[in-house]
Each structure stands twice: as structure tokens, then as C-alpha cells.
T-cell receptor, first 110, second 113 residues
Framework: TQLLEQSPQFLSIQEGENLTVYCNSS?????LQWYRQEPGEGPVLLVT?????EVKKLKRLTFQFGDARKDSSLHITAAQPGDTGLYLC??????????FGAGTTVTVRA | GAGVSQTPSNKVTEKGKYVELRCDPI?????LYWYRQSLGQGPEFLIY????????DSGLPNDRFFAVRPEGSVSTLKIQRTERGDSAVYLC???????????FGEGSRLTVL
């Protein structure tokens, strides 16, 4: 059983469309992180959100942390083929042990 | 090196064999982690080292799995009597300190036939 549930599991969209990926938990996290992983590579950190209600923007990516610090979302505007990858959310119930969701596989078709 | 280095990148072995996977963290990073990622899943925590000692090995699935970091740098994950269910990508990550950003290696893909 995973602490963090991600939805949807798979997402395939056309270049230029928008998409949102969700990460939910029944537990409260001190912070949540979003990673992107490409085939044959390790996950790479995109952002860390630490404050309930926080919104962070990274170019076309917008990350939101829920007010209760139990959920988060990742929104991509005008997706490009280069955004294709596995998006993982992760949280730390303690200071060091990251717990990952199962991930959302995003495919952006040209 | 500039990043976390893992060897081998691919390992195919037969059921019952012994396997060692190596991780060379970023220089100066005191914290080192091993994760396991099965197909279609996110990484699953195995063990965490702070310096030379295993601060938390609660994620190791059973006593066939063991990891060491004798000099506080390179770490080796050892799997005895491999089983088909051990097939996965084994990821290593390091960070400057326990609360710092994790940097992952490319992983070692283990296939047990």
C-alpha cells in the first residue's frame, strides 16, 4: 500500500494541450516533492512545496500544495513533447525517508 | 564524478546466484539511499546511510538483502540467493545532508531468470 496515490496512472495528450496530475494522501506531510523520470534515468527533482496552500511556478509547470498538506497537483500548460516522462510525487513522513507515489506516465504527441 | 554513479547498469543473473550492485555518490554527500523500483511503480525505500552506518534499514525486504558503506563513500548492495521477484531497477541517491535534495543515479537494472 502506497502512502501517496497518484492519478491518473497514464495520460496521453496532443502538443499544446494542458494537463493536470494529482497526488493525494490521508497523511499530512511536512513537504511534498515532484520528480520527473525519463526511461533509463533516475528521478530528477522539479520542485519542493512546504507551506499549505503554496503555489510554485516553474516555466509552464504549476505546482500546488493543498491547504491541509495532504495533497498536491502539477499542472502543465501548453504541453510539449519534451514534457513526456514519468511524474512522481514524494513526501517525507520524517526527515529523510522519501515515500513515492506510483507515478503518472505522461505522453505528449507532436 | 559530477553525479551519482551506479554499476553495473544492467545485470542478468540466474535464480539462486549472488549479486552486488555498486553506488558511488556525489563527493561530499554524507547521506546515501538505496531504492528499488519495479515496473509501473514508484521507487520504494530500502536503506539509508548517514556516513558509514546504516541509520535505517527498515525497507530491506528480507535477510537476503544487505548493504554496506565501509568508508562513508561508496556503497554496495548485496543480494544473496536471488529470486525472480528481485528483478527491478535498483536506484541509489545521495544528498549533502538528510534534509537536502536527493540526487539519483541512473540505476542498476537487475533481471533474475
Amino acid at each position: 500500500t502506497q502512502l501517496l496515490e497518484q492519478s491518473p496512472q497514464f495520460l496521453s495528450i496532443q502538443e499544446g494541450e494542458n494537463l493536470t496530475v494529482y497526488c493525494n494522501s490521508s497523511s499530512v506531510f511536512s513537504s511534498l516533492q515532484w520528480y520527473r523520470q525519463e526511461p533509463g534515468e533516475g528521478p530528477v527533482l522539479l520542485v519542493t512545496v512546504v507551506t499549505g496552500g503554496e503555489v510554485k511556478k516553474l516555466k509552464r509547470l504549476t505546482f500546488q500544495f493543498g491547504d491541509a498538506r495532504k495533497d498536491s497537483s502539477l499542472h502543465i500548460t501548453a504541453a510539449q513533447p519534451g514534457d513526456t516522462g514519468l511524474y512522481l510525487c514524494a513526501g517525507t513522513p520524517n526527515d529523510y525517508k522519501l515515500s513515492f507515489g506510483a507515478g503518472t506516465t505522461v505522453t505528449v504527441r507532436a | 564524478g559530477a553525479g551519482v554513479s551506479q554499476t553495473p547498469s544492467n545485470k542478468v543473473t540466474e535464480k539462486g546466484k549472488y549479486v552486488e550492485l555498486r553506488c558511488d555518490p556525489i563527493s561530499g554527500h554524507t547521506a546515501l539511499y538505496w531504492y528499488r523500483q519495479s515496473l509501473g511503480q514508484g521507487p520504494e525505500f530500502l536503506i539509508y546511510f548517514q556516513g558509514t552506518g546504516a541509520a535505517d534499514d527498515s525497507g530491506l525486504p528480507n535477510d537476503r538483502f544487505f548493504a554496506v558503506r565501509p568508508e562513508g563513500s561508496v556503497s554496495t548492495l548485496k543480494i544473496q540467493r536471488t529470486e525472480r521477484g528481485d528483478s527491478a531497477v535498483y536506484l541509489c541517491a545521495s544528498s549533502y545532508d538528510p534534509a537536502g535534495e536527493l540526487f539519483f543515479g541512473e540505476g542498476s537494472r537487475l533481471t533474475v531468470l
